[in-house]
């Protein structure tokens, strides 16, 4: 007997229905195993630092040792520098957003000093390196008679160097718009200055913001550089003082090591879970 | 011409923030006036040396201050450089706030007028002469060579074409390229031939690397006290053979500074020579060092 219309649509709504949960399943296992491993990464981390000897037939091993007491004696004063690290990095990532976003501008327009000046600044600063341009900012800036506090010289040093790398990603932003999108925009009507605002920007910042938020995981961690200068008083400064003065600087720096990685994984999150939203109305 | 209007607003705006930022003359007179006016005295120094200024993790930054935010109080910090500047600061008449750039930048001088003095165990030297301005001395520290225990050296002709290691911009790291230039009085031996000298941010990486297993160098120069601190610290080293030069350590004021120094300059060096008559000094060195650091040896 010959399967009915209806038993027949059933059927392929059934098999579509057990591919999918095959599918499905195998995500699942994927995510599951990954899972896993990472723990048993995490576990051999763990080892690894554990102090353990063991000897394995003839051959002995050793892991690394650690003081547990000097760790715990000093792990809340490393800890209150976090506040200062994510604070330095969040006002730089600001300021070098907007200088990106300027300089990327500037890269575009047809005005010779514009252009120039925009390229004259990515070069110059891209050309040097950051910790160079930190002890420029506090050393040479209060002979123009700006005296910046530490803190502050610091991040415009930081903004004005990330600025100019970023600039690289808003370009590339701006340029992935297809030339059709503005040739509209003109077509309608549009001054350039509202083509840039409503037709360019808002395309170009999708692509230009996951990016970003690589840029300022980067951050996070050059932040550490700030504290020559003696005044910024965040993780790696803590880390690096009371590890020297008490000779655990191994100790020390494993404490700072660990909070940058969870500030890195709690931002890695926060930026991937940004980039579903962005990607919200790709299809 | 709107993009021509557009940069010379924006040209207009930057000369103004320059100039606007340029403006502002110092009303005091010189930097001790200003120091008494603001009532605090910013005092750099290197919390990386146990027992002579490191941080207190436990203090907490009392609510009463007048240091600037980014500055440290001296309930943050703590040692004998520490306590030094604090009476410095009771002797001028006002509170002491701490500084703690690198140890390089200190002793380079041109400090922008960031800090006022230095209370760092700085040692006196023509060099350093040329940038900054020393009061008398307030404590005197051999010079000396460490090592590992069981590192098989016992004097200095051991270290002969050997690596040793010294922390950058130091008075060890000139004395082992032979260029220290100290009165012939302070140096009691030299350096011998073909030593490679490696440095490291500070005299502390030395140690902690030797006693980590590194191989790169077999050998320290430090001072007597630092040494002394890494074997209280449980550090399996020892001291080769004796001081190889003494070390004279004054405060010094940056001569760079915007402001006129010389009366700033005599206040600190007139508190020095009062701490050291009245035996504060001695006091300070026998709690921290368990020995008296304060009596000139060349005298």
Redesign the interface.
């Known amino acids: 007997m010959d399967p009915t219309e209806t038993e027949k649509e059933q059927f392929s709504k059934a098999q579509g229905e057990l591919l999918f949960n095959a599918q499905l399943r195998i995500q699942r296992m994927f995510k599951l195993n990954v899972t896993i491993s990472w723990i048993l990464l995490l576990l051999f981390l763990v080892f690894l630092f554990s102090g353990l000897e063991f000897s394995i037939g003839n051959a002995h091993f050793s892991t690394i040792q650690l003081d547990t007491e000097f760790i715990r ?2 792990l ?2 490393i800890a209150s520098g976090i506040w200062v690290t994510i604070g330095i990095s969040l006002l730089s990532i600001l300021l070098a957003t907007i200088l990106a976003l300027l300089a990327a501008l500037g890269r575009l327009s047809k ?1 010779p ?2 252009y120039a000046l925009s390229t004259f600044y990515v070069s110059l600063i891209r050309g040097t390196p950051l910790f160079l341009q930190i ?1 420029f900012f ?2 040479a800036l ?6 910046l ?3 502050y010289a610091g991040v415009l040093a930081l903004g004005l160097n990330y600025g100019a790398y970023m600039s690289e990603i808003f370009r590339a932003g701006l340029s992935s718009v297809g030339k059709g999108q503005r040739e509209a925009a003109f077509a309608i009507g549009m001054t350039p200055g509202q083509m840039m605002k409503r037709v360019v920007l808002p395309q170009a910042l999708r692509f230009a913001l996951p990016p970003t938020g690589n840029e300022f995981i980067a951050m996070l961690k050059d932040s550490a550089l700030v504290s ?6 965040e993780l790696m ?2 880390a ?3 590890g ?4 655990h ?2 100790e020390a720096l494993i404490i700072a090591a660990v909070f940058y990685w969870i500030m890195t994984l709690a931002f890695t999150s926060l930026q991937s879970r940004m980039e579903t939203y962005l990607a919200r109305g790709d299809r | 011409m709107k ?1 021509i209007t557009l ?1 010379t607003t924006f040209i207009i705006i930057l000369s103004t923030l ?1 100039t606007a ?4 003359a110092p009303a005091a007179a010189d930097l001790l006036e200003e120091i008494q006016n603001r009532g605090y005295i910013m005092v ?1 120094t290197d ?4 027992p002579q200024s ?2 207190n ?2 203090g907490t930054r009392p609510s009463d201050t007048i240091c ?1 935010s ?3 109080t001296p309930a943050e910090m703590q040692g004998f450089d520490v306590d030094v500047a604090v009476e410095i600061g009771k002797r001028l008449g006002v509170e002491t706030c701490f ?4 140890w390089d ?1 200190i002793t380079a001088g ?1 400090w ?3 800090w006022d003095i230095s209370v760092g165990s700085m040692t006196v030297t023509p060099d350093r002469q040329e940038a900054l301005d020393f009061t008398s001395p307030y404590y005197y520290t051999p010079a000396m060579v460490g090592t590992l225990s069981d590192s098989g050296i016992s004097s200095l002709d051991d270290l002969a074409n050997q690596a040793v290691c010294v922390a950058v911009a130091t008075t060890y790291e000139s004395w082992l390229e032979g260029t220290l230039d100290l009165p012939a009085e302070q140096i009691y031996a030299q350096p011998p031939a073909g030593i490679t000298v490696v440095t490291l941010p ?1 005299d ?2 030395c ?2 690397a030797l ?2 297993g590194r191989t790169d160098f077999v050998a320290y120069v430090t001072s007597d006290t630092v040494i002394d ?2 074997l209280a ?1 449980g ?1 399996d080293v020892t001291k080769v053979g004796k001081a190889v030069f003494s070390e004279f350590l004054a405060v010094a004021i940056d001569k760079s500074h915007t402001l006129p120094i010389d009366t700033l300059l005599k206040a600190v060096d007139d508190a020095v020579i009062g701490m050291h008559a009245d035996g504060t000094l001695t006091n300070l060195s026998i709690n921290w060092f368990g020995t008296d650091l304060t009596l000139d040896p060349s005298k």
């Open positions: 004696e000093n809340k004063f005005f000093p514009i002890f506090f050393l209060p002979q123009l008679g700006i005296i506090p530490g803190l020559a200068t003696g005044f910024v008083h400064w803590r690096t003082k009371v020297r003065a008490r000779f600087s191994l | 993009k940069i320059i930022c340029g403006g502002g750099s919390p990386n040396y146990e490191f941080l993790t436990a600037p980014d500055a440290l500084a703690t750039p690198d930048i041109n922008a007028d960031k500070t502390q990486e140690a902690q006693a980590a601190a890494n610290a550090m």
